[in-house]
């Protein structure tokens, strides 16, 4: 329940998702080589060029994934879901390349969307969700 002396909120979007990585070299070739994703930004911040931020995309899209190194935790344990028109090809296009934690075939549920999961080498969890058709 929202409170009506409450302004309105600005925001608009999730524009970045995050992950905990261990090695954003390894995380970014995950991400690019394996799942044809684009790298959106690396860069290094701080005041000495310390740190370093790091993003990654499907083509096209709007959000994007930040790969961070742990903060006072282990990498992993997070999630997110990115989308399809064809969950069946995309299972089997990266069946085909291997080398990815993939759960069994894709599968459905009552009022759930046809989908898979599967995880990143640090075991962050990628469901594959099957887009509603345009209208």
Same mark, same amino acid.
């Given at each position: 329940?929202? #409170?009506?002396?409450?302004?309105?909120?600005?925001?608009?979007?999730?524009?970045?998702?995050?992950?905990?990585?261990? #090695?954003?070299?390894?995380?970014?070739?995950?991400?690019?080589? =394996?799942?044809?994703?684009?790298?959106?930004?690396?860069?290094?911040?701080?005041?000495?060029?310390?740190?370093?931020?790091?993003?990654?995309?499907?083509?096209?899209?709007?959000?994007?994934?930040?790969?961070?190194?742990?903060?006072?935790?282990?990498?992993?344990?997070?999630?997110?879901?990115?989308?399809?028109?064809?969950?069946?090809?995309?299972?089997?296009?990266? =069946?085909?390349?291997?080398?990815?934690?993939?759960?069994?075939?894709?599968?459905?549920?009552?009022?759930?969307?046809?989908?898979?999961?599967?995880? #990143?080498? #640090?075991?962050?969890?990628?469901?594959?969700?099957?887009?509603?058709?345009?209208?």
């Amino acid at each position: 329940m929202t #409170d009506s002396t409450q302004a309105p909120t600005t925001l608009t979007n999730i524009g970045v998702a995050m992950f905990a990585v261990a #090695d954003q070299d390894a995380a970014i070739a995950f991400y690019t080589e =394996k799942l044809g994703f684009e790298l959106r930004a690396d860069v290094t911040f701080g005041e000495n060029g310390e740190m370093r931020w790091v993003e990654v995309a499907p083509p096209g899209s709007t959000a994007r994934l930040a790969l961070n190194p742990p903060m006072g935790r282990p990498p992993g344990g997070s999630g997110i879901g990115v989308e399809t028109a064809d969950v069946h090809a995309e299972y089997a296009r990266l =069946k085909a390349i291997g080398g990815i934690d993939l759960d069994s075939e894709p599968m459905t549920s009552p009022g759930a969307p046809l989908l898979f999961m599967m995880r #990143d080498p #640090d075991g962050n969890h990628i469901a594959v969700v099957e887009a509603p058709p345009a209208e």
